[in-house]
């Protein structure tokens, strides 16, 4: 797992912990009425949920970004190929050179 993913993951854990108390705190009916330890517990246990899936499961935005990635390498190895036969072919022979 590479740093992306890591950083990927952390990111979606923090946005899930953030959903989780928004909805937590919006089922009291006045700020009083909030059950904090309710809200961070059920917050806390969103995050490790949403970095244990992101682990068995993967990220697709990070799968897609490795995927974009080794295909420009691809691209560009096939470039440097191409470049590579041009100065061992040359372009034109002469007619005396056949």
């Known amino acids: 797992m590479t740093k ?6 952390l990111i979606r854990a ?14 009291a009916m006045v700020v009083t009425d909030v059950n904090w330890v309710y809200v961070l517990s059920a ?6 949920l949403s970095l244990l899936t992101s682990i068995s499961v993967g990220l697709p935005e990070v799968q897609l970004a490795d995927t ?12 440097e190929e191409d470049e590579i ?3 061992i072919i040359p372009d034109e022979l002469e007619e005396g050179d056949m």
């Not at 917050?43 to 490790?48: H, P």
């Not at 974009?68 to 470039?79: H, I, K, R, S």
């Open 4 to 9: 992306d993913f890591w950083k990927a993951a």
């Open 14 to 27: 923090i946005k899930t912990i953030c959903q989780t108390a928004i909805a937590t705190i919006g089922t």
């Open 43 to 48: 917050s806390a246990l969103s995050g490790i």
């Open 68 to 79: 974009l990635y080794a295909l420009d390498n691809e691209v560009e190895d096939e470039d």
């Open 85 to 87: 036969e041009e100065d």
